[in-house]
């Protein structure tokens, strides 16, 4: 088996690409065959090597390696000129100057479901001729097969009048050339499917395929919204970079992607790229639309996040602070070994990685103050408690998570206050805002010393 994945470097990878790049990648490594990766970069005004270096580092950091490529199809414009010139002569295709207003006319003459077909003139541009009987079937795996009528279908145009060649006819001798022998891809290509199976039985009568059958096809669903409406900006994240930047895990996007539109079969949810790898089939991808929920994924994020080590979660917190935060290294260096002890302690708190800092940021330096928080909770019975969680604290000797705990507790067990009357003005005082990782191992992580003295400037501001 060889599969392809073809993106044209005219944007940065989007989510509907890494999920067909993904399915390719799956399948290969499924039928441990091989992956082959070409850009489609023909269209000079709108491909640039910033799109095509973004792309290639969106699949590298989505681990979606490839094992040949990438082939640029500019490369391949010799090869292109050349299929072309034999299919001229051999007469599969012909230049025509028909604009279309002809084409218009023709249909108006021989009815609006009349292929058209084009007299040779000699220059301008260049069609293929579309035999008038017979049918070019789609063979594809998760639609099934659907036959398309010669006599319906325009001869296509496959090069302009300045030579170059069209995207129906590149993709068909690149995928021929490359011995593609499944082409994996949305569903919006489907239509383009007969025009290149034309091109590629030519090609084949030329003799320029060898002895290799056509390929055969799996159009993939398309993506929508949560709202049922075609995938778009406005649903959140869109590209892999986006995804990449909001703090996902690339294994969590792996698993989510693959879900877009496949399933294992027995409503599994969480799957490591290994089962995928072992699991996947094009039988089991849908027809109908997928639906990306950032929601889910945030949740499926989180139980990525959670298996992690902390020693893993710490180092994958630092490459994402330091290279997508712009974090000063400093604030993490000076104090080896803060980062694993706080990723240990806020694991169960955070779906991403972005979601680190807000919570957690406060070990590693003064923290900012939430002036709704400190109004809640350090008004006049606030900062009383304060007074008397500081005097107990101080009292803890062995600062660990056990005893700052059993000396937070007892001042609960003493005082006829719930706990969040003693525990919410401590946290705004240690960490500037009510929500953080648990308020015991906070305050230990923290340590003595900190801990009291970011009481003291609580109570010294006088709220
Ligand atoms: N270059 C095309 C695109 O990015 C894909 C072509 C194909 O997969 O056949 O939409």
Redo the contacts with the bound molecule.
Sequence with gaps: MRV?????P?GSLHIG?AR?ALYNWLLARHEHGTFVLRI?DTDAERSTPENVAQILDSLQWLALDYDEGPIMQTDRSARHQEVLASLLAAGFAYRSSATAEDVKAFKAEHGADRGYRGENEGAGAVRLRVPDDGATVVHDVIRGDTRFEHVHLDDPVIARADGSVL?NFA?AID?LDAGITI?V??E??LS?TPK?LLVLAAAQQLGLGGERPLPVYAHLPLLHGPDGKKLSKRHGAASVGELRDAGYLPEAIRNYLALLGWGAGDDETVLSTAELVERFTLQRVSRNPARFDETKLRWLNGIYIRKLAPGELAACLRGFLLDQQGLDPDLLDRNPGLLEQAAAISQEKIHTLADFWPLAGFFFGEPELDRAAAKRWLGADGVAMLREIRVDLAGVDSFDTTSVQGSLEAIVARGSAKPGAVYQPLRVAICGRTVSPGIFESVALLGKETTLRRIDAALDRGF
Excluded: K, L
Excluded at 4 to 8: E, G, I, Y
């Design positions: 392809r994945f073809a993106p044209s005219t690409g067909t489609e995207y993709v995928d082409v891809r949305g919006d290509h383009n290149q």
